[in-house]
């Protein structure tokens, strides 16, 4: 004998009830789980593509106003001067004795001050000799300026005036005060003229051994800012600027620099190059977001960085900002160069020095957008969004990136609330079979018999049973339920009839057609249509002066008219909330003239309440927006739902009417793009919407046809 045979019929209900119900909350479980785990690694990635979007737009507009900056100071006459002035000033030294003693103390300067600082960050053991200018010019102001300069290194740029009597002192004097405030006020690191004729650096700002050398044949002809130089003045057009992305700079003791230049103009004729040395700071504050990683949404690993086309960083790591030694020892464990670990340590910046080569960095250099989980430059799993930044002259890409750790810490929380609600629900379904099992185990099988006809659709079943105890009380309520059946079946077809008629007074005909087909969830997304908000203007005071029933008496006859006009003009209405009344046409039915029907239908509403007004003795004002665009609409609730509208061109339409006067039409440029001469308008002020971006709007002064609708609302006594 099986096993089965053996159960009760109780055991097998529990059994069966309790395989039923696990089953489904497994599958369900696992749905949840998958579904949930989507949609928050959906969001992680949608929130990082937003915050790279927004730091793009920041950079990019960094950029423009650098851009804008430096031609403006190109254009300017006290630059040109300086210009003239420091050229001319810079070349009368080039008869100048230069003293032995000069060029000791200079030599002495390279060989104490720069090479220490130099020699660490460079490969081989650089020489003084490669460094020092050649000119006497050069050598003269070298020494004047930088070796004899009593400011430490870093502000040499203090000092207006060396102790000599030479003409570039005094022109030094004049200038220096007024081009230092120019680069600390905008946070350059340095401004750089050049002679476009001999490549002389004939001033700087900071005094590095970069000034009064030439980039033409001096130590720095094979820099970026001399490739600049050269571009520039292979392309002198008045205004143009050009940019020279990162390189190690060894004026700077070959930390990471990046140039922008233009050409300075005397008159006609191009004179010099005015140059700016980029703050690496300003960058890494807007990439970093000034250190606010975690106020921006990016919790405790997200970062926003930038990298060029070497695939080598242009902005720093958050990691080296916030745990250099956590940062330095993954590079190690990655097996990068000690030197180059050691060097990021020493200069403390990421740009130029880790490279990124990644998924995502190649796809973004490629010109291609996207998100993904990829192995970041460390090595970590990370979620990363990237794309390519477009800035004229440079080719960087942006990333915002998380590690999949910390993304996936929701998930692992949703898995943990998903195990212990499946352990509750076995608990309670293991309670619920065993009552049900207790209340049905006694097996009737004349009521089955019966149950199964009425479950083939006789209605006119009767069970009789020659028993009075418990099984005889049960026929008998069988027999009442199946009465019962007959009459419920009776009034739910009543009752679906009735519903029908309803749900097609209150939803579009196709809708209540895919109801009835057995869609639960409708959503769609309607391409052209145009949506009319109204609102009655001092309904709400006269509501306060006037019974409850009168007011309500009021507000029906007008909507009632609206309703009405709506039809005419082939316009739906969606809803009404209130004073408010919301409306659309070309939703159900796709009609070309759809704005043009949503004004008619706009000026006939005015006509409605000038008739209204007029019998009633009130002065009830009418603000209408319209707006043309797409929407989305669909069945928005589960018990006490509605069909609606929402989208970008709804809420417009919504901002419209609140902005409108009383008793004024005012719609969109899509609207008035669409009428064009069908009606006359009036240009009224542009409105600011949610975007923050202004837009054009139009109020309605009168269209063909408009007075002839307004004597026949008057006629139809509206």
Request: proline share 4%; with cysteine.
């Amino acid at each position: 004998m099986s096993l089965s045979s053996r159960l009760s019929i109780k055991s097998k209900l529990i059994l069966m009830l309790l395989s039923t119900s696990l089953c489904s909350i497994v599958v369900v479980g696992y749905i949840g789980y998958d579904s949930g785990k989507a949609a928050l690694t959906r969001s992680i990635f949608d929130h990082l593509t937003s915050v790279r979007a927004s730091k793009g737009d920041q950079i990019r507009s960094y950029f423009t106003t650098i851009r804008r900056h430096l031609e403006t100071l190109g254009e300017d006459e006290m630059i040109v001067r300086a210009m003239t002035e420091f050229r001319a000033a810079f070349h009368e030294l080039s008869n100048r004795p230069i003293p032995t003693t000069w060029d000791e103390k200079l030599d002495a300067y390279y060989r104490r001050e720069f090479l220490p600082r130099l020699a660490p960050n460079v490969e081989g053991a650089p020489a003084a000799e490669s460094f020092a200018p050649g000119s006497i010019a050069g050598r003269y102001l070298q020494y004047q300026y930088v070796a004899a300069n009593p400011h430490k290194v870093g502000e040499k740029r203090l000092m207006d005036r060396a102790a000599d009597d030479s003409h570039y002192a005094a022109v030094h004097e004049r200038y220096n005060g007024i081009l230092r405030g120019v680069v600390e006020r905008f946070r350059y690191y340095d401004l750089f003229l050049v002679d476009l004729d001999t490549g002389d650096v004939v001033y700087t700002v900071q005094k590095e051994t970069d000034f009064a050398t030439s980039l033409e044949d001096g130590p720095y002809r094979e820099s970026n800012l001399a490739r600049l130089f050269k571009t520039v003045r292979e392309e002198p057009d008045r205004g143009s600027v050009h940019f020279a992305d990162f390189r190690a700079y060894r004026p700077s003791y070959a930390e990471p620099a990046a140039f922008i230049a233009t050409p300075v103009y005397d008159g006609k004729k191009a004179i010099g190059v005015l140059a700016l040395q980029l703050p690496v700071d300003e960058i890494n504050d807007v990439m970093t977001g000034k250190r606010g990683w975690k106020q921006e949404g990016l919790g405790d690993t997200g970062e926003t960085y930038l990298v060029g086309p070497d695939s080598s960083m242009r902005s720093v790591s958050r990691f080296l900002v916030e745990d250099p030694k956590g940062y330095l020892e993954a590079l190690r464990a990655r097996g990068v160069p000690a030197r180059r670990v050691e060097q990021i340590a020493r200069i403390g910046t990421s740009i130029l020095l880790q490279d990124v080569n990644t998924d995502g960095v190649r796809s973004a250099l490629d010109g291609k957008e996207g998100t993904r989980i990829i192995a970041d430059y460390r090595g970590i799993p990370v979620l990363s969004s990237y794309a390519p930044l477009h800035i004229d002259g440079l080719d960087w890409i942006i990333l915002s990136e998380m590690d999949l750790s910390e993304a996936n810490a929701p998930v692992r929380a949703f898995e943990r609330r998903v195990l212990l609600s499946t352990v509750v629900l076995v608990f309670a379904i293991t309670l619920i079979a065993l009552s049900l099992a207790h209340a049905f185990v006694r097996p009737i099988y004349t009521l089955i018999a019966g149950a199964r006809q009425v479950g083939e659709g006789h209605n006119d079943v009767v069970v009789s049973l020659n028993t009075r105890d418990e099984l005889g009380e049960l026929a008998e309520t069988f027999n009442e339920m199946v009465k019962g059946i007959r009459r419920q079946t009776e009034v739910i077809e009543q009752k679906n009839r009735e519903n029908e008629a309803l749900l097609l007074n209150i939803l579009p005909g196709p809708v209540v057609r895919r109801l009835k087909g057995g869609e639960e969830r409708i959503a769609d997304n309607i391409q052209q249509v145009t949506v009319l908000f109204a609102s009655l203007v001092g309904f709400a005071a006269l509501a306060e002066a006037r019974p409850a029933e009168e007011t309500a008496a009021m507000l029906n006859e007008l909507v009632d008219s609206f309703d009405e006009a709506a039809d005419r003009h082939g316009v739906e209405k969606v809803k009404t909330m209130g004073e408010k009344y919301m409306s659309v046409c070309g939703l159900s039915v796709s009609r070309l003239d759809h704005a043009r029907r949503a004004v008619e239908f706009a000026e006939e509403m005015q006509g409605i309440l000038r008739q209204f007004n007029q019998r009633n003795g009130t002065a009830l004002g009418l603000q209408i927006g319209i707006n043309s665009g797409t929407v989305k609409a669909g069945i928005v609730g589960a018990k006490k739902f509605i069909y609606d509208l929402w989208g970008e061109t709804v809420n417009i339409a919504s901002r419209m009417h609140e902005e409108a006067e009383p008793n004024t039409i005012l719609v969109t440029e899509s609207v008035h793009a669409r009428l064009g001469e069908a009606f006359e308008f009036d240009e009224r002020n542009d409105v600011a919407l949610d975007s923050l971006i202004p837009t054009r709007t139009w109020a309605i002064r009168s269209g063909p046809g408009s007075q002839k609708r307004a004597e026949s609302s008057a006629r139809a006594g509206v």
